[in-house]
């Protein structure tokens, strides 16, 4: 069976699944040392490079989810990234967000992953997701927070140190309804 693509809305945000098309606009956000500081990934090689990479993306027909493009509804922008994904070998899911510079501070982070909570704990009926972070980045430590997300464990991964925070369907359920940005 051949379904439609999996996407979701919020107010302001169209969080769709990746398109090989979107490739020079990821390539782009992976060339911000800003953006990509706290990652703990490397730049892509070539726009050719992230065109691979998203023709071979396995986590949407594997899982239903995976890293959303987020595009602004009004102007038909990309603005960034964000969504779960489940990586082996834990079964844990993950919430990861990424935007470039110039989108910052406007409170996009908060609501696509409000969006891809809500959806997670829903349509897909996962049960707890976390989030990781390095431990200097304090804006997406913030936005973890934010999210309801409770401080689990650190762990070190060569040299580097990620702070876990998790959040689970009851927790995020009885969370009061987010003021309208
Ligand atoms: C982390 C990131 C996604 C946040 O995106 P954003 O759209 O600016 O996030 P929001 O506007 O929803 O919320 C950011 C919050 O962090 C706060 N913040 C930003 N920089 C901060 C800092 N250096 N220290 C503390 N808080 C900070 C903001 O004030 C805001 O909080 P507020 O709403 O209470 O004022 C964005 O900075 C980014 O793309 N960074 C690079 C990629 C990255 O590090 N991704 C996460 C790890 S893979």
């Given at each position: ?16 699944e990746?398109t ?18 706290y990652t ?12 691979q ?7 949407y ?11 602004d ?11 779960l ?19 910052w ?6 609501e ?8 997670g ?7 707890e ?13 913030h ?18 140190f ?20």
């Amino acid at each position: 069976m051949n379904s439609e693509p999996f996407n979701l809305h919020s107010e302001r945000l169209l969080l769709r699944e990746f398109t090989v098309d979107d490739a020079p606009q990821l390539f782009a956000l992976y060339e911000d040392a800003d953006v990509m500081r706290y990652t703990g990934e490397e730049p892509f090689t070539s726009v050719a490079a992230v065109e691979q990479f998203l023709s071979e993306y396995p986590y949407y027909e594997r899982d239903g989810f995976g890293r959303w493009a987020v595009i602004d509804r009004r102007s038909d922008e990309f603005l960034g990234f964000c969504g779960l994904r489940r990586d082996n070998p834990t079964p844990e899911v993950d919430l990861g967000f990424r935007f470039f510079r110039r989108f910052w501070f406007q409170g996009y982070a908060t609501e696509a992953a409000r969006a891809a909570l809500s959806t997670g704990f829903g349509a897909f009926g996962l049960t707890e997701i976390i989030g990781r972070t390095m431990r200097e980045n304090l804006a997406s430590t913030h936005v973890l927070k934010k999210l309801g997300m409770t401080f689990r464990e650190v762990v070190e991964e060569d040299g580097l140190f990620w702070l876990i925070y998790s959040i689970d369907q009851e927790t995020f359920a009885r969370q009061p309804a987010p003021a309208v940005p």
